[in-house]
């Protein structure tokens, strides 16, 4: 019988997992901020301070490790000053990016940062370097972070919050490439040089400089950005989306889909470890040491708008082929710790492959979001050395690997072992060898999420229709445990020493 093979070596650890690359990105976009986090105080929806608690709820149990805000393209034309002091004085303006909607600016950067605070999670603030100036970039980071007498903490303080907030992540730009001011790299280097020596830390808060890096492929971008500036900065985004259909034009449903375009997405998907071996080799010329760390600050599936949705808003549904996108993106993700210390997904809720979705008073938990959920786990935990010998999965004479498999080891002693069988017909049969336990007991338990159909989802009536549940197609003969995962099914699997 046909069977992927794994090996484990459970007593090799290759780096450690950053709990960032479990990262998150909101944007004012669609309804993303405004109804599905801030529904404001007055709202008839339950809310702390005007941020609803069910999403509060569900984003407070994945964990959600750091948020990245205000954008997005939106970052470059956001004026900060705009959203801060009392909500019925701050400007009106429109949101010219994302379907021309009014913008009230209620959500500003108080409003952020007290959730990151309801969440526990670090803020990574993006900063304008498209339309705004240096000293207001530079100010914007007094206000939040000056702990002292001057002129943007004292404003701070008259606004309500007497303890400067600890910034860590600070991002000089975004696309900087395109919406961010469609600049040359040699012209953004320039930039971003003389915007970031503004940037201060101020006390003990260190600020973690992040350039604006390459769209995809742009490998001259990165080139350029690292030789110049390279050394005046902490890390560097990635941007990579996974679009199934052949142009931007015909991205495709995100539910109305055959093989042809399942297929297509999880080959798209695998092409983010090209984009990052590449990328980082790049770096290597100009880091050796790995100093700067590579960001994915955006990334996911970009399908097209769900029927009768504003085109601008990129509100669509999530499938079970989303949430393997996400598995084997982690997978990826976990591969390359030595180099990618973040990532965000796009984005948090409502807008392209959100964990979230809500309508009204409604919300409903996607397949993306039972898988960030399952790897919780591996947040900050060892990468364990693994091998996997796997079967193809074949459609119409292409073919690409089966399963994807990573696997950590907790500070409990924890093994974890994720597993994504992106066949959608066929079980995977896996033997996985668990080297390195040296005659220890353990105990065995899992997780997994499928669906019957490829295009399983979540809706507002049936919103468990894709939902974790126990795994029990397990076997075991020593230190092998044969594994029988579901056609198109993610799975975590537990070893605990006994
Ligand atoms: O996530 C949606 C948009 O995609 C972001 O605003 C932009 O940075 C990217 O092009």
Redesign the pocket.
Known sequence: MMATYVTIQTDIEKGKINRNIYGHFS?H?GRCIYEGIWVGEDSPIPNTRGIRNDVLAALKQIQVPVLRWP????ADEYHWKDGVGPLESRKTMINTHWGGVLENNHFGTHEFLLLCELLACEPYISGNVGSGTVQEMSEWVEYMTFDGVSPMADWRRANGREEPWNVRFFGVG??NW??GGNMRPEYYADLYRRYQTYVRNYGTNKIHRIACGPNVDDYAWMETLMKEAGRMMDAISL?YYTVPGPSWQDKGSATDFGEEEWFVTLEKTRRMDELIRKHSAIMDQYDPEKRVGLIVD?WGTWHDVEPGSNPGF?YQQNTMRDALVAGIHFHIFHEHCDRVEMANI??VVNV?QSVILTEGERMLLTPTYHVFDMFKVHQDAALLSTHTESEWYEVNGRKHQMTSVSASKDDAGRIHISLCNVDPHAEAQVSVELRGLYGNDFHIRGSELTSTDMNGHNTFDQPDAVSPREFKAYSREGDVVQLRLAPKSVTMIEIVPA
Not at 71 to 74: A, E, K, P, V
């Open positions: 944007e976009l954008g997005g393209c939106f975004n696309e395109g919406c941007h955006e990129l796009a984005q392209l």
